[in-house]
């Protein structure tokens, strides 16, 4: 009933905003309109009307058989071999903030398997910036190394590219690791945590101190010797961390936002500071480089916080500002928040932003099938697509989804090709497009 509740409230969202589709070209047009309700698929369709698919759908066109996620993307001169990312995921495997031997394997088997983009968990700007004692960080020389010596193993025997996430945890730091009892303080040796005003996450949490202009200069130039020593690490994007309640998104919501200065207030009060510090980086980050920024596009609780269409404005002013792609998730803004989660329960977060500004997205959430993916892009909802729980259980997820759509294009490791040959010979005697019509 609810999967029912869901696919019905897509489809009219779909006709009550067509004109955000009027500019896709007529063929995407069809699809967008076919596949709005997000229960008809890329391969559903393929069932349906085969040769309409493969005929008139052109991403499939050009190469034959290159199913859409294998197409490649740029951002400034950043070449990126398919479409899937590794989404952000905290380890909470460090010492001090310095990534370790469990983060090398983590993120070179990951770059292995397939993605075309890996993106670092959340690493932090400083020490107090941390969201527990388990968090990377990007404030010391040792960090710069450790993480050198990651990118390197991923540029040296890899085709994937890797991206840093910077942020700076707020009021929702000094917690536990994340299979503790998360967003939690700490058993003991709590360190102060900051805010843009004194609201704590819950009841249980500290209460933040409010940010002076002093606090906000330092942290921003945080920011900025943390996007240097990526730079000087090799990453080949950045993303700046503006979702998840954490400081940059806490001074977005109005929920935590209660400032009556030029920081708070309006929207364009409540984004001063998220872009200051992403002018700030963008400075120092090399020019031929993107910067992607993530956003919460929902805070899940009504009118009193974020809405999509608050989403909206606040992707057109990153835009404006230079970012090259909105990530957009959403949530974790808020204890009262009520999400409603299903399959891909976010994208339409990100192609109501795509579609009414232009912006490059990534869409996040619950995406788990190489057809998701494939529905979502064909349709314009996103440029790319994040996924995170899938990589955790198969970090060859790319390349199983390669195997398993029949598609030969995408590199394996060469000490690996005759596992390749293998899957694709077993994939190729069953169904195994996991068609559910
Ligand atoms: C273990 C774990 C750690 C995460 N850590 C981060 C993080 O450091 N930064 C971030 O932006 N999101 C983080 N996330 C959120 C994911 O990037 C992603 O948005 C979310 O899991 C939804 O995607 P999925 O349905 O593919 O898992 C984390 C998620 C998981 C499961």
Known sequence: MLRLQSAARNSTEWFENIERYLHLDPVQFNYSLLTRSQRISHENLRVRDKAWLEEQATSEKPRHSRPPMFTPFRLRDLRLKNRIVVSPMDQYRAIDGTPTDWHLVHYAERAKGGAGLVITEMTCVSPEGRISPGCTGLYAHEHEAAWKRIVDFVHAETDARIGMQLGH???????????????????DDNWPVIGPSPVAWSPHNQVPREMTRADMDLVRDEFVWAAEMAARAGFDLLEVHCAHGYLLSAFITPLTNRRTDAYGGSLENRMR????VYHAVRAVWPPAKPISVRISANDWVGEDGITPEDAVEIARLLGDAGADIINVSAGQTSMRARPVYGRMFQTPFSDR?????GIATMAVGNIYEPDHVNSILMAGRADLCCLARPHLADPYWTLHAAAQLGYRGETWPKPYLAGRDQLHRVASRSDASGIKV
Do not use: V
């Open 353 to 357: 932003i795509r579609n009414e500004t």
């Open 273 to 276: 500071f998220p872009l200051e």
């Open 169 to 187: 945890s707020g009021p929702k730091g000094s917690t536990q690791l994340g299979w503790e009892t998360m967003d939690a303080p700490l058993p």
